[in-house]
């Protein structure tokens, strides 16, 4: 069962797309134009794991679903890409990387991303993920969250994946210093499921029997979570340290005004169908928003004085 989907990204895609368009520094247009490559690669990543999520388990009665899931405590903050509870209180956290050419995990742990040219460190999501259940428990116990029996509060237990798309390759360290089965491909991780429930053993499976609950109580935990998401909004001029005038601000403002049927966003005049059909056709341009024709003029004459 979906009880959230990923937020729409298309205006941070649109605001980058438009700071672009600005007099820049060469420094600061590689650093957007990185920005939007990993932008792509992340939803790129996420979707791919949510299609075989999905698949698996949205009609099933007895495990939710939560996509893009951000939480903040006390200063920290957890973007949390999927996460599963099911009716034991087991917390799937997992963590969707997108690797074009594929990724090396070297003996001590370390994740060494393949360019196509060469290695590239990078932050090791198995310990992004621990982050996440650490601030996760805490904001859990904080805001009593977990059903209770018998005036006892139930404790969850928490288990962490990190799914790379299927197409990509990795190359697992020979050694067993540092463990890597909870890095897995995104298809594989219906069978992960499975085997975890079939690995636990005679106590742990009568300590989940004691304590399972109800889809509806399930449910509640994840909507409870859901109440608690915080929409990252990213200040990208402020970031790449741009400077705007006031003729770019208000391309930006005329263009995330909020959609209102066929209401046009600017003036509050109607959208014929055509100018609602042109809008769409160019919604990079206009932000996803609609504007009157009128309107679309004056925003093209304001983009081209910028």
């Known amino acids: 069962m979906i009880?959230?989907?990923?937020d729409n990204r298309e205006l941070d895609v649109y605001e980058l797309e438009r700071l672009l368009a600005l007099p820049l520094t060469s420094n600061q247009k590689f650093s957007i134009e990185r920005e939007l490559k990993f932008l792509h690669s992340g939803d790129k990543g996420e979707q791919d794991s949510a299609y075989f999520l999905d698949f698996s388990f949205k009609s099933s009665n007895n495990i939710i679903i939560i996509h893009d899931l951000r939480l903040e405590h006390l200063g920290h903050t957890a973007?949390?890409?999927?996460l599963l509870i099911n009716r034991f209180l087991d917390f799937y956290i997992l963590e969707s990387k997108s690797f074009f050419y594929g990724v090396e995990i070297t003996d001590n742990g370390e994740f060494m991303a393949w360019t196509g040219k060469g290695y590239q460190g990078i932050e090791s999501p198995i310990e992004q993920n621990k982050r996440h259940i650490e601030l996760l428990q805490k904001i859990?116990?904080?805001n009593d969250i977990m059903p209770k029996r018998i005036g006892v509060t139930l404790s969850p237990s928490f288990k962490s994946y990190v799914l790379i798309s299927p197409k990509s390759r990795i190359v697992r360290p020979s050694g067993s210093k540092f463990g890597t089965s909870s890095v897995i491909k995104a298809d594989m991780f219906n069978s992960a499921y499975d085997e975890s429930l079939d690995k636990r053993s005679d106590i742990d499976t009568l300590l989940s029997v004691t304590k399972i609950v109800s889809t509806e109580a399930v449910i509640g935990i994840g909507k409870n979570l859901i109440k608690l998401?915080?929409?990252g909004k990213i200040n990208y001029a402020a970031k790449f340290g741009i400077k705007e005038n006031s003729q770019s601000k208000l391309i930006k403002q005329i263009a995330t005004e909020i959609i209102d049927g066929n209401i046009c966003s600017a003036c509050g005049?109607?959208?014929?169908?055509?100018a609602f059909k042109y809008c769409k056709e160019n919604k990079i341009f206009f932000g996803g928003k609609m504007l009157c024709y009128k309107c679309q003029d004056a925003l093209r004459k304001l983009n081209h004085l910028v």
């Open 3 to 6: 009880l959230k989907r990923k």
């Open 79 to 82: 973007q949390i890409d999927h």
């Open 140 to 142: 859990i116990k904080a």
């Open 229 to 231: 998401h915080k929409t």
């Open 269 to 274: 005049g109607e959208v014929s169908k055509k």
